[in-house]
């Protein structure tokens, strides 16, 4: 099955800072690339996602890049703000098949 | 349009006791997806149902079961609870089968068992 690894676990920037989490997996086949944001005692909110045929896609301040040669994609935060603090977990998934989540990463946006 | 919804939102249990969780999804969706959450483990996934049917799961013991009825919405059952089962069940519903899809998920349900 598909195995994801996420890094950093904890991250902290300074407001206005950027802010970068990298993932890799496993399956080369894996074709579709979500990420999360999950609020402490809220529920996971999809906040961008990518497919295999796209190397990058951008929403205002959040960008997700994707290198299918290494296995790797990333999320990145431009100028960071406060209400950007909470855990961000990536997910890969097999054509037709289940998401797997990544550990999650602890972003902190220090004032 | 509604959110997915998760009832109860809390639940304590006592060891052997069974419990069963309930997720209405988003109206539309026919996929429901079932995820538990933990601090050590993170997200893992438990199992997937589309029209009523089981298409994916996940690795965990025969204990843990689903279903889902003719209106997408969807339940999932712990028999003989271990104290390993506490954890927040997520349920997320996507238009489509698959994780390939967006999936929107739910407020949770915290199990605590004792």
């Known amino acids: 099955g598909e195995n994801v690894e996420q890094h950093p676990s904890t991250l902290s920037v300074q407001e206005g800072d950027s802010a970068v989490i990298k993932c890799t997996y496993s399956?080369?086949?894996?074709?579709?690339f979500p990420w999360y944001k999950q609020e402490l005692g809220k529920r996971p909110q999809l906040i961008i996602d990518?497919?295999?045929?796209?190397g990058e896609k951008k929403d205002q301040r959040i960008a997700v890049t994707l290198n299918k040669t290494a296995k790797h994609f990333s999320l990145h935060i431009t100028e960071t703000q406060p209400e950007d603090s909470a855990v961000y977990f990536c997910?890969?998934?097999?054509?037709?098949?289940?998401?797997?989540f990544g550990s999650g990463t602890q972003l902190t946006v220090l004032p | 349009k509604a959110g997915v919804t998760q009832t109860p939102r809390y639940l304590i249990k006592t060891r052997g006791q069974q419990v069963t969780l309930s997720c209405s999804p988003i109206?539309?969706?026919?996929?429901v997806s079932w995820y538990q959450q933990t601090p050590g483990q993170g997200l893992q996934f438990l199992f997937e149902?589309?029209?009523?049917?089981?298409?994916n799961k996940g690795n965990f013991p025969g204990r843990f079961s689903g279903r889902q009825f003719s209106n997408s919405r969807s339940e999932m059952n712990v028999s003989t609870l271990e104290l390993g089962d506490s954890a927040l069940y997520l349920c997320?519903?996507?238009?489509?089968?698959?994780?390939?899809?967006?999936?929107?998920f739910g407020p949770g349900t915290r199990l605590t068992v004792t």
């Open positions: 109206s539309g969706h026919r996929s």
């Open positions: 149902y589309f029209s009523e049917t089981q298409r």
């Open positions: 997910a890969a998934s097999l054509p037709a098949r289940q998401l797997t």
């Open positions: 990518i497919r295999s045929n796209v």
């Open positions: 997320a519903s996507s238009l489509v089968a698959g994780g390939d899809y967006e999936q929107y």
């Open positions: 399956d080369s086949a894996s074709n579709y």
